[in-house]
């Protein structure tokens, strides 16, 4: 095999750190942005093309006709296929070709040409596996036991924001900019303005927390690894806040491209039976409007922060939790890269 150069590798795994970790399973957006007609969008620094058959399974596929490359989300929706504009070609849901009108029999027909991401739905967000040459077929479609569990209602914001993905995991890992960005909100103005943290390893990832202070602020961020990525975490509420104690958040980011992402924020509290609906309908009348308001503190830090704002850092003991979980981040992209060298799917 020919050795692969070093600068190669390293190319490739900063790529994969700037446009997402493959290998896992990802969101992609709400369900209702998907109806059935083709929709064009950019996940993972890739065109691609969501479409619902008409049977109401979702399709992910790249935005490009095998033929001469037309975009496919200019397709005309024929119920199990998208016929494209161009030529007429038609591919199915699987990313085989039905049918090369124009010639007949062609021998493009039955062979799959179009790369297909599979796809999950599950309370109304699309999910896509996102897997290298060497993992087409999915890993089990696990998510956190907050956005399963029978014992939590979890209610989802999404944002599409103009920041690098990694930075809004650097935000969610970094408890105390709760004491300080958002100080003056309704939920995270008490508590110590200084503190020291520790580091917990867990099955799937790490805890990163405050030391001698809990449930009094945004207190501890926990990082999340099973195939799926995310960070919870947990801000105390007032008794005026309603039922369910800690408000929890789930967040959950897939890179647009390598400085825009999708964000999923699944703001959850523990109750169940008829709470909740209370639950609910407190979020929706009076919460969420706060919630967004917080949001926009972390958007507009976020997105102005330049691409390059990690290469000029002075990083304190606060930073140790989002140290970590980049470490982990960059080793697994260099996993990922050494075995695609490995079984040589990189030249
Ligand atoms: S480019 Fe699509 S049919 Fe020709
Ligand atoms: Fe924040």
Not at 61 to 71: G, I, K, L
Not at 178 to 192: D, I, Q, R, W
Not at 305 to 325: C, F, I, N, R, S
Request: glycine share 8%; proline share 5%; charged share 25%.
């Amino acid at each position: 095999m020919a050795r692969v150069p070093r600068m190669r590798i390293d190319e490739v795994a900063q790529k994969i750190l700037a446009t997402g970790i493959r290998n896992r399973w990802y969101g992609v957006c709400p369900s209702d942005l998907v109806e059935e007609g083709p929709l064009a969008l950019k996940r993972w620094g890739e065109d691609l093309v969501a479409w619902r058959d008409t049977a109401g399974n979702v399709h992910l596929q790249e935005d490009r006709c095998p033929h001469r490359a037309a975009p496919m989300s200019l397709a005309r929706h024929d119920g199990d296929r998208l016929t494209c504009i161009y030529h007429g070609v038609e591919i199915l849901g699987d990313g085989v070709v039905a049918s090369v009108p124009g010639v007949p029999g062609s021998k493009l027909e039955g062979r799959c040409l179009v790369r297909t991401y599979p796809t999950k739905e599950f309370k109304g967000v699309i999910f896509a596996w996102y897997g290298d040459e060497l993992h087409q077929d999915p890993a089990p479609f696990e998510l956190p036991e907050r956005l399963v569990s029978d014992e939590y209602e979890a209610i989802l914001s999404y944002g599409e924001w103009r920041t690098p993905y990694r930075y809004m995991i650097d935000n969610n890992m970094d408890p105390m900019h709760g004491a300080y960005l958002h100080a003056v909100s309704h939920s995270m103005a008490k508590g110590a303005k200084e503190a020291e943290f520790e580091v917990i390893e867990t099955n799937h990832g790490l805890r990163f927390q405050k030391k001698g202070q809990e449930s009094i602020n945004f207190d501890w961020s926990e990082w999340y690894d099973n195939g799926f990525q995310s960070v919870c975490l947990e801000i105390p509420y007032p008794s005026t806040g309603g039922p369910g104690g800690n408000f929890g958040i789930v967040f959950h980011i897939t890179p647009i491209d390598d400085v825009t992402s999708a964000c999923f924020f699944w703001r959850h509290r523990k109750v169940s039976g008829w709470v909740k609906d209370v639950w609910r309908f407190l979020y929706k009348n009076r919460l969420e409007e706060r919630h967004w308001h917080v949001l926009e503190q972390d958007r507009l830090v976020a997105e102005r922060m330049k691409p390059d704002a990690d290469e000029h850092e002075h990083l304190y003991e606060h930073d140790l939790g989002l140290t970590q979980v980049r470490k982990l981040l960059a080793e697994e992209a260099e996993t990922q890269v050494k075995a695609l060298q490995e079984a040589g799917h990189l030249n």
